[in-house]
């Protein structure tokens, strides 16, 4: 019998951008010095782990954070890892987007000329589906907008929802399922930090 399915859930380490609060999606950016020890520090509790399998986004923040991270599996690209598509608002950071437009919330309207909303749900749903096909023990290595939709739309909610799911930098999560329900998806943990 397959394992039941384990998913960490883990974000990138500090870039500049996500120090300044500026949205980066498809922008290849690096992480900063900080950013490079917040990957190391998950190799303590990632090394505990026996993964199966190990997925990531295409950008290198991700990758690098894999790879600082420990993991001594091949790095699988996973383009539905990728961070959410900002369109016009790439490079900008909410509180400016704010000024020209006061009630914005990206999980429930969205980035004009990027991903809707409907577009981040069917990205994430497909992801699921995907995931859902393994078994075991896998590594999902990702950013915060792309994690905070994943989770919740892997209990079932509505994106709108994803606004209550905050997760740092060099974070990782757990996701599985209740062993007296085999078939609910639930949040084991959340939002772990490493220890410095």
């Not at 380490?13 to 498809?26: A, I, P």
Request: hydrophobic share 40%; glycine share 8%; aromatic share 8%.
């Amino acid at each position: 019998m397959p394992t039941p399915l384990r998913l960490y859930l883990i974000r990138h380490g500090e870039t500049e951008w996500s120090l300044s609060g500026q949205h980066t999606g498809h922008t290849d950016i690096a992480l900063t010095a900080r950013g490079e020890e917040e990957a190391r520090r998950l190799v303590a509790p990632l090394s505990a782990i026996t993964f199966d399998r190990v997925l990531c986004s295409p950008r290198i923040r991700a990758r690098r954070t894999a790879e600082l991270a420990g993991i001594a599996l091949p790095i699988e690209t996973e383009p539905d890892l990728a961070e959410w598509d900002y369109g016009a608002f790439e490079g900008r950071r909410s509180v400016d987007i704010r000024k020209e437009w006061p009630s914005w919330e990206i999980f429930r309207d969205g980035c004009p000329d990027g991903e809707s909303v409907a577009d981040m749900t069917a990205r994430c749903d497909r992801l699921i589906a995907k995931l859902s096909g393994l078994s075991g023990t896998v590594a999902l290595f990702s950013h915060g907008h792309l994690g905070r939709s994943l989770v919740t739309r892997w209990i079932g909610l509505e994106l709108i929802e994803a606004q209550h799911f905050m997760l740092g930098t060099a974070t990782y999560s757990i996701l599985g399922f209740d062993p007296s329900h085999p078939g609910t998806r639930v949040i084991s943990s959340w939002n772990v930090a490493p220890a410095p």
